[in-house]
């Protein structure tokens, strides 16, 4: 599960860093700490059988995100601030499918 969750959040680690810094609004640091505690959520969930520490884990980092997307514009001038931007997305995104998939749950592409 550690190999799963540190594949969903891999990204060139040098970029990742620098895309990171740029991400300094209050709702951008929530999300990060958010996926950042991500594979020690699915071990503490493995280990304890707790698969309801996972489902309260994606549903606050749901809630965070929901926060922050209505809180900013993506789409901006700034290239490097947009593509972090995504990433952050993108990031959020694979971390809540790989979740998903752990309890079960299939995450559809589309709604």
Known sequence: MKQLAARGL???RDAGLAAAAMLDDAH???VLSSLTRYPEIVEQAAVNRAPHALVHYLRDLANHFHTYYNAQA??????ALRNARLALVLGVQQVLRNGLTLLGVSAPLSM
Request: aromatic share 16%.
């Open 28 to 30: 951008e640091q929530a």
């Open 74 to 79: 993506f789409i901006v001038g700034e290239t």
């Open 10 to 12: 891999s990204f060139d």
